[in-house]
């Protein structure tokens, strides 16, 4: 092979080295930076083929789509003294390449400084409303503030924030194992408060019916006492006519009734004078004593 031969072959791959590098592909989902010798000369934000100076410039693609930051569990303190565990993440898109190139240019970089900026907004906002508000409804208003306060600064980056959101919102350990004792204790007491009550209003319920068992008791008494004393009155009554009306009739009555009583029991043994008004029937049968 000739010299004149293998020069033209080393052109030709220099040619084809030097033309494979003039071109490069913008895909739709990134934007690109053309730099030439480190400074930027051309900004491309549309898809499709485009051409460079090879040797001299080279390119550099930022991300065209919305961006996850995941910021690591920050520490704040709010308004009334409580330590809280946050854990926040922001969504944001790269909007001017150029002057994110030119302010962070690497994402690790970028990491670092919208990370203190997310958590000096998030002490910033947080930091003066007391715990309660953090984990209640007013939680969403909250974070549209750090957003905000995150979006103006994030300009200066050529990010735009979308959204600005906490995952999670937890106690540290040790307070949250305090908490809990607390409000174990406040549920035991809140218990024995009721138990209390409870049993102070069965004793009076018990005194009550114990008081109207008393009154029905002794008014049932009264009744019966002056029903029989009715049924007695009755009864003295009916047989003082029965024995105004035969006195004879009504003394022998009574003294077979007596008569029934004493000598009731086989081995009934009893001392009385033959004169004793008890036998007054045995000695007349007419019942005339002698």
Do not use: H
Not at 188 to 209: D, L, P, V, Y
């Amino acid at each position: 092979m000739t010299p004149k031969r293998i020069a033209s072959i080393v052109l030709i791959l220099i040619v084809v080295i030097l033309g494979s590098s003039s071109f490069f592909y913008v895909d739709q989902r990134v934007q690109a930076i053309v730099l030439q010798f480190g400074e930027p000369v051309r900004l491309i934000k549309n898809p499709g083929l485009q051409f460079k100076i090879p040797l001299m410039q080279n390119v550099e693609y930022f991300d065209k789509r919305l961006i996850l930051f995941d910021n690591p569990r920050e520490e704040i303190i709010s308004a009334d003294k409580k330590r809280l565990i946050v854990d926040a993440f922001a969504r944001y898109r790269i909007v001017d390449p150029l002057r994110y190139y030119q302010s962070v240019r690497y994402e690790s970089a970028l990491r670092n400084r919208l990370g203190s900026i997310l958590n000096d907004s998030l002490r910033q906002v947080l930091g003066r409303v007391p715990l309660n508000s953090v984990i209640s409804d007013n939680r969403a208003n909250l974070m549209d503030e750090v957003g905000q306060i995150v979006a103006e600064e994030a300009k200066e980056f050529g990010l735009k924030i979308e959204d600005v959101r906490i995952k999670r919102a937890d106690l540290p350990t040790a307070n949250s194992e305090a908490i809990f004792r607390r409000m174990q204790t406040e549920r035991q007491q809140e218990a024995a408060q009721f138990r209390a009550e409870g049993e102070e209003e069965a004793r009076k319920i018990r005194a009550e019916s114990e008081r109207e068992r008393t009154v029905l008791l002794a008014n049932a008494e009264r009744d019966g006492e002056i029903l029989r004393g009715q049924g007695d009155a009755g009864k003295n009554k009916i047989l003082g006519e029965a024995f105004g009306r035969d006195p004879d009739f009504f003394s022998f009555y009574r003294s077979m009734q007596a008569y029934v009583l004493a000598l009731d029991s086989e081995d009934t043994t009893m001392v009385l004078s033959p004169d004793s008004e008890f036998f007054n029937f045995f000695g007349d049968l007419e019942g005339i004593k002698d």
